[in-house]
T-cell receptor
């Protein structure tokens, strides 16, 4: 079965640079979620999109922005990168969010290292 | 606000034995869903099992089962016949009906001893 695809898998950036992470949801899934997992921490919800509209927002810094495109893929844009942004960034997708159990299926993550 | 607490940072079990991972949560909502995710060394987040709060019957998936105590707000995971491939970090997570985000616990690192 097709899974969530994230690219790149690894990314190294310097402080104050920008980064763009991409997420391709499971086919027919209409919702994408972004999570940030710092070293030794649990995943923290950043933001979600349903049918190309922002549907929920968590602890996402103002330096970050995201969007979902017409083909349902999503991009997380991160500017003015800081050392503390080094983390594993997960994208997840689901169908019909907020209804039923609507499990979120996670991608393999993008490991961002800021030096 | 919702919170999820996993009080066991680490657990270990002998191969083929049974182990139970604990999770408690807090929410004022009456309709919600609980999940256990597994994160092996590859760091992939894998859904293990889910439980709807309105269901009294505990969920079961092969060797994995839960003990859902709604009044106590407890949601433990039992792994029977532990296998080496079960070694991973296990996260308990909560999502309330109508909300998007999963709220995760701190995780429990499970080691399987051969």
């Amino acid at each position: 079965a097709a899974g969530v695809i994230q690219s790149p898998r690894h990314l190294i950036k310097e402080k104050r640079e920008t980064a763009t992470l991409k997420c391709y949801p499971i086919p027919r899934h209409d919702t994408v979620y972004w999570y940030q997992q710092g070293p030794g921490q649990d995943p923290q919800f950043l933001i979600s999109f349903y049918e190309k509209m922002q549907s929920d927002k968590g602890s996402i810094p103002d330096r970050f922005s995201a969007q979902q495109f017409s083909d349902y893929h999503s991009e997380l844009n991160m500017s003015s990168l800081e050392l503390g942004d080094s983390a594993l960034y997960f994208c997840a997708s689901s169908f019909l969010p907020g209804t039923g159990s609507s499990e979120q299926y996670f991608g393999p993550g993008t490991r961002l290292t800021v030096t | 606000a919702q919170t999820v607490t996993q009080s066991q940072p680490e657990m270990s079990v002998q191969e083929a034995e049974t182990v139970t991972l604990s999770c408690t949560y807090d929410t004022s909502e009456s309709d919600y869903y609980l999940f256990w995710y597994k994160q092996p060394p590859s760091r992939q987040m894998i859904l293990v099992i889910r439980q709807e709060a309105y269901k009294q019957q505990n969920a079961t998936e092969n060797r994995f089962s839960v003990n859902f105590q709604k009044a106590a707000k407890s949601f433990s995971l039992k792994i029977s016949d532990s296998q080496l491939g079960d070694a991973a970090m296990y996260f308990c997570a909560l999502r309330v009906q109508g909300a998007q985000k999963l709220v995760f616990g701190q995780g429990t690192r499970l080691t399987i001893n051969p």
